[in-house]
């Protein structure tokens, strides 16, 4: 007596005609990875010729024969335990899906980070240059140096550009309002004058290494438009050399300058192996389905035996379960009270900037604003009493629903 198939011919042929569709669209997929992985050609960065691109920089630094490059997959790896990883004005969120520009900071050795200062649409006719820029709002560019320290410092603007002092020899020019930081903290100036610095370095101790930020306050001395005005270039190249010397023989530097392009959205398309791409998603997407159908298609000549096993309920994909799976993760990784008080300062500074709180005003100053503000709107918690923070875990729970609670009050959508 035959064995009868556990599935029908045109179930066979079904199962076929998925596989070679997924192997289809691997290909297609495949063959748009290139056009998906470019960044923004008119903005930041070492690959952008634009007038706030870094291009001319990168290409001084390689005239020279310093060891330089762009990175488009990994740049702490490229960058090493001597190199200088230069994160150039990065958006506040990462263009690397799963990737915090943040823990990129934390986990670098020698970084320069170079704050964003403009805003910028590109040319309709030519994508490579840009039609208009405007200054970012100091909140953001303070959210973005937020990431290195929450210390106090500021960011200001002024016309004066007088360095009282100036640990280089060569004297950096800016043309019109420059962007600067006033320090605080651990944070020490390296250029700076009576307005603010323009260079600051913060040093920490690690267990078997000392990390060292340079923070650039003003990317215009080394943008495209900005690195040929007066003593720029070299100026930015002594920079780039001694932070990389940095600590002499305890800490050999003379490694590779990485420009990381990643948080530009420029992503090696070809650095990883069709193994690899296929394991990430949303290619593992397709490597299941065509695993699957390779497993019903043997299955098919195999007979038959014992009761069908009840399927299973489908996963829950909605809002509640992505809640749950993100706290989860972020109480797995411990750091609740620093993002507590992030959480805290961010939801302060998006409401100034709802409420179009006067430029300049910073820390207490624009504490005591949006206190009379909220005063004047009955607000029931004060801006300062959020800002002061707490020092407990229940304490950093409440700080955050009254953070939470004050934005919808002053904002009248409670």
């Not at 200054?135 to 360095?163: K, N």
């Not at 100036?166 to 004297?171: A, H, L, T, V, Y």
């Not at 923070?215 to 190249?237: K, Q, T, W, Y």
Request: contains cysteine.
């Amino acid at each position: 007596m035959m064995r009868k198939p556990a599935f029908a011919r045109s179930s066979i042929a079904i199962f076929i005609a998925v596989m070679t569709a997924l192997l289809a669209l691997t290909a297609i997929v495949a063959s748009r990875e290139k056009e998906l992985a470019r960044g923004a050609a008119a903005g930041p960065g070492a690959f952008s010729t634009s007038a706030i691109g870094s291009a001319g920089f990168y290409e001084i630094l390689r005239r020279m024969d310093i060891p330089v490059t762009r990175s488009t997959l990994n740049p702490l790896r490229d960058a090493g335990s001597h190199g200088v990883l230069i994160i150039g004005e990065p958006p506040l969120y990462s263009a690397v899906p799963g990737e915090e520009i943040s823990g990129k900071i934390e986990r670098s050795r020698r970084l320069l980070l170079v704050l964003p200062k403009w805003q910028w649409e590109a040319d309709d006719e030519n994508p490579e240059w840009v039609s208009r820029i405007s200054p970012h709002d100091i909140p953001y560019v303070s959210m973005i140096l937020s990431l290195v320290t929450i210390d106090g410092s500021a960011i200001v603007r002024a016309v004066s550009q007088q360095w009282t002092r100036n640990d280089f020899s060569f004297s950096p020019e800016i043309r019109g309002v420059a962007q600067l930081i006033r320090p605080s903290g651990r944070m020490r100036a390296l250029v700076g004058g009576e307005d603010g610095a323009l260079l600051i370095e913060y040093t920490e101790e690690k267990e078997d290494y000392t990390r060292v930020v340079w923070i650039l306050s003003d990317p215009d001395v080394l943008s495209n438009h900005g690195i040929a005005r007066g003593e720029n270039a070299a100026f930015m190249v002594s920079v780039i050399k001694s932070l990389s010397a940095y600590g002499g023989e305890d800490y050999p530097g003379s490694g590779t300058i990485v420009f990381d392009e990643t948080v530009h959205g420029f992503l090696s398309e070809s650095s990883d192996s069709i193994s690899k791409m296929m394991m990430k998603f949303p290619y593992v997407l397709i490597t299941i389905f065509t695993v699957l159908s390779a497993i019903l298609f043997v299955s098919a000549g195999a007979e038959r035996f014992g009761a069908p096993i009840a399927a299973k309920p489908a996963l829950d994909f909605g809002k509640t379960l992505l809640i749950d799976n993100g706290a989860r993760l972020l109480d797995y990784g411990g750091h609740h009270a620093v993002t507590l008080e992030r959480y805290a300062r961010m939801i302060v500074y998006e409401t100034a900037k709802a409420l179009h709180a006067p430029e300049g005003l910073e820390g207490i100053r624009l504490a005591e604003w949006l206190d009379r503000v909220g005063e004047s709107r009955k607000v029931s918690v004060p801006c300062s009493s959020i800002l002061r923070g707490a020092s407990d875990m229940p304490a950093l729970m409440k700080n955050a629903r009254n953070a939470h609670r004050w934005k919808k009050e002053i904002l009248g959508k409670l």
